[in-house]
């Protein structure tokens, strides 16, 4: 398995993307849990204001401003914060309020190379078909692109 993001739908009401990073664990960890950091990759390595309070029961707020000068706003709330393995929290778009899902992202590493699982759960199938059917897999592969070329810098 490379550096691609694979995309599956495990259940009808989920999304699960996995993707392997060349970079330890503790590493990609700490990039999902800094705005010093997630400014750097996530909305796809475009500007991005980030407000974060990294523990359970914190929430954060990341808006994306894209090439095309719209502005794309993400909040949610951090449900629990497993250093370095695990984090799961909500994800809610706000162009479309109150569609809420959760996610639950795996950190795991092996040979010094850390593979990411995220499972985006949706309360219907027509949500999860809904975001299925969007950008949403060519965007988070583009965020994990400009993530693993920001943990080169790091490490």
Same mark, same amino acid.
């Given at each position: 398995?490379?550096?691609?993001?694979?995309?599956?739908?495990p259940?009808?009401?989920?999304?699960?993307?996995?993707?392997?990073?060349?970079?330890?664990?503790?590493?990609v960890?700490?990039?999902?849990?800094?705005?010093?950091?997630?400014?750097?990759?996530?909305?796809?390595?475009?500007?991005?204001?980030?407000?974060?309070? =990294?523990?359970?029961?914190?929430?954060? @707020? =990341?808006?994306?401003?894209?090439?095309?000068?719209?502005?794309?706003? =993400?909040r949610?709330?951090? @449900?629990?914060?497993?250093?370095?393995?695990?984090?799961?929290?909500?994800?809610?778009? $706000?162009?479309?309020?109150g569609?809420?899902?959760?996610?639950?992202?795996?950190?795991?590493? $092996?040979?010094g190379?850390?593979?990411?699982?995220?499972?985006? @759960? =949706?309360?219907?199938? $027509?949500? @999860?078909?809904g975001?299925?059917?969007?950008?949403?897999? $060519?965007?988070?592969?583009?965020?994990?692109?400009?993530?693993?070329?920001?943990?080169?810098k790091?490490s």
């Open positions: 398995m490379g550096d691609e993001l694979t995309v599956t739908l259940s009808d009401l989920e999304i699960k993307m996995v993707r392997v990073f060349d970079a330890p664990r503790a590493l960890f700490e990039a999902h849990a800094k705005c010093e950091h997630v400014k750097h990759w996530w909305g796809r390595g475009n500007p991005l204001d980030c407000e974060m309070d =990294f523990r359970p029961g914190g929430g954060y @707020r =990341f808006v994306e401003h894209a090439p095309d000068g719209e502005s794309y706003a =993400f949610g709330e951090y @449900r629990e914060i497993q250093a370095p393995e695990r984090i799961v929290q909500t994800f809610e778009f $706000e162009g479309m309020p569609q809420i899902c959760v996610e639950t992202l795996e950190f795991t590493e $092996e040979g190379k850390t593979t990411i699982t995220s499972v985006t @759960r =949706f309360d219907t199938k $027509e949500q @999860r078909d975001m299925a059917a969007s950008d949403m897999s $060519e965007g988070a592969g583009q965020s994990y692109d400009a993530l693993a070329a920001y943990l080169t790091l």
